[in-house]
């Protein structure tokens, strides 16, 4: 049975918002909350291959300690590493 756009969403907010660290869970939340209700299907399955990904992994490459792999080099990807969170909050967005 193919999940519905609906369960899809659900579960990849839920997955970005319920990481392994603190850290992440801020990021991927605030990413998820802006961008996945405006997420098309093709980033919608880059998001979820992305949030497979270990949350060390996915800070190292946002934080710039360590090159992107070009495997995971894709417009989501990209997205997530040019996400302002701090300008985010502090205009009241989420």
């Known amino acids: 049975m193919r999940e519905t756009r ?5 579960r990849l907010y839920y ?27 093709n980033q919608l399955a880059e998001l979820d291959r992305l949030l497979q990904l270990q949350d ?3 800070l ?9 792999p070009p495997k995971y080099d894709g417009p989501v990807m990209r997205l997530l590493l040019s996400f302002d969170l701090v300008n985010t909050f502090s ?4």
């Open 60 to 68: 190292q490459w946002r934080l710039g300690h360590a090159p992107l």
């Open 15 to 41: 997955q970005a918002a319920r990481r392994g660290t603190k850290e992440a869970d801020l990021l991927l939340e605030a990413f998820a909350r802006i961008y996945l209700p405006q997420f098309d299907s």
């Open 56 to 58: 060390h992994d996915i």
């Open 91 to 94: 205009k009241g967005i989420l």
């Open 6 to 10: 609906e369960n899809l969403l659900r």
